[in-house]
C-alpha cells in the first residue's frame, strides 16, 4: 500500500508503505512511543545512515519531553499501530539529526552518550564540539540534507499505564524526584547496601544536571542546582570509598574542589581516598585544609593521619621485604 499525503506541516511529505491497525492513536504529553526507524539519504541509492532494526533495539521517546529531534514526535502522531511509513523531511527538520545518531550509537555501542564532554581539557572539547566521531555525521552536520526516516509504530503506552524512569520526565518532575531519590540513597548507605545507594545519587545527579543545563553558568538558579549536585556527588563519593574505588573518590572530589575550593567535605573525602591508596604528601594536605576551612575537625582529622602514618609504616615495611628479597 503507498498512498503519498502532506501532513499539513511545510517539508515534510508521507508515503504509507503499511496502513497498521485501529484509530490513530492518541500522542498527549507524557506517552511513551516505540518504534523503529530507518534514516536514508536522499540519493539515488537512499543510503542508510541509520536502521534500529539492525542494531537490533527500538527507538522509545516521551512526547512532549523536548526529544532532540522534535520532527520525530509530529510524524508518530499521524500514524496507526503496525503501521510503516516513510516521511521525506527537508533540512528545516533535519539540521541536528547529527546530533541524535551520534547519542543514538553511542547507547548501542554501550557508551555514555554525553560521555565525551566529561573530564576533558578545553581543546578536547573543542575538537569533540566541531567533530561528532563518524564520517558520515560529520558530513552531513557539514552540509545539511534533507533525509528519508522510514518508522514502524511498535507500541503506544499512555502516562498511566508505565513506570516513568528519569529520563522521561520533563524538568519539574525531575527536581520533584531529587529529594526523594536522595532520601532513598541515604537509607540504602545506612543499610550497608553501597551500590544501591549509588546508583539512586546518580540517578539523581543525572536529574538536576539535565535541569541545569537549561540555565546560565553561575547565575543564581544555575548555583543553587550546582550545590545541590555536589552535595549527592559527595554522598556518592561516600558510597565509592566503601566499595574501594578510590581513585573514582579522587576524580570527583577533584571536580569540585577545582570548581568550589572551600567545599571541605571535597577535600576530607579525597583525603581518606588518597590515604587508601599510600598519597601520603597529598593526603595530609587535604587533611590540613580540612582544618582551616572547619576546625571543628581536629578530632577526625587527627584519627586519619593516624590511620595514614599506620598505612605508610605498613607499607614501608613491605617495600622492604620485596626489595630485601630481590638483592
Given amino acids: 500500500m503507498e498512498d503519498t499525503m502532506m501532513l499539513g506541516v511545510e517539508g515534510i511529505k508521507k508515503t504509507i508503505l503499511y496502513g497498521g491497525n485501529g484509530e490513530i492513536p492518541k ?22 545512515i541509520d536502521d534500529s532494526k539492525k542494531v537490533g533495539m527500538p527507538m522509545e ?16 502522531a ?7 511509513a516513510e516521511f521525506w523531511c527537508d533540512i528545516t527538520h533535519t539540521g541536528v539529526y547529527p546530533l541524535l545518531a551520534k547519542s543514538l ?7 555514555d552518550p554525553v560521555d565525551w564532554q566529561i573530564h576533558t581539557c578545553g581543546m578536547a572539547n573543542m575538537f569533540a564540539y566541531n567533530s561528532l566521531g563518524y564520517d558520515d555525521l560529520d558530513e552531513l552536520q557539514k552540509e545539511p540534507k534533507p533525509l528519508y526516516f522510514v518508522l514502524e509504530l511498535l507500541k503506544v503506552q499512555q502516562p498511566s499505564e508505565y513506570n516513568r524512569e528519569t529520563w522521561a520526565l520533563n524538568d519539574k518532575e525531575r527536581m520533584k524526584a531529587v529529594p526523594l531519590l536522595h532520601g532513598q540513597g541515604n537509607k540504602f548507605y545506612k543499610q550497608g547496601r553501597y551500590e544501591e545507594a549509588v546508583n539512586k545519587y546518580k540517578e539523581a545527579i543525572v536529574c538536576i544536571k539535565n535541569v541545569q543545563t537549561k540555565e546560565k553558568a553561575w547565575d543564581a538558579p544555575w548555583m543553587k542546582l550546582e550545590k545541590m549536585a555536589n552535595t549527592l556527588t559527595l554522598n556518592y563519593c ?3 570509598l566503601r566499595t574501594e574505588e578510590y581513585y573514582e573518590v579522587i576524580e570527583h572530589t577533584s571536580d569540585i574542589i577545582n570548581q568550589h575550593p572551600g567545599v ?3 577535600f576530607y573525602l579525597r583525603g581518606k581516598a588518597h590515604i ?3 598519597n601520603e604528601a597529598e593526603a595530609r594536605a587535604d587533611l590540613e585544609r580540612v582544618l582551616d576551612l572547619e576546625p571543628g575537625m581536629k578530632k577526625a582529622v587527627t584519627k586519619d593521619l593516624g590511620v ?5 609504616e605498613e607499607k614501608n615495611e613491605e617495600d622492604r621485604k620485596k626489595y630485601k628479597g630481590m638483592f
Fill in 238 to 240: 561516600q558510597c565509592l
Fill in 27 to 48: 500522542l498527549i504529553t507524557g506517552t511513551k512511543v516505540t518504534f523503529h526507524f530507518r534514516t536514508m539519504l536522499c540519493d539515488d541509492e537512499r543510503t542508510v
Fill in 105 to 111: 550509537r553511542r547507547i548501542a555501542e554501550g557508551k
Fill in 61 to 76: 521517546i516521551v512526547m512532549g519531553n523536548m526529544f532532540k529531534l522534535d520532527v520525530w514526535e509530529t510524524l508518530l
Fill in 276 to 278: 587508601e591508596v599510600w
Fill in 308 to 312: 595514614l602514618s599506620m598505612r605508610m
Fill in 78 to 84: 499521524s500514524m496507526r499501530l503496525q503501521e510503516v
Fill in 264 to 266: 571541605m567535605k571535597a
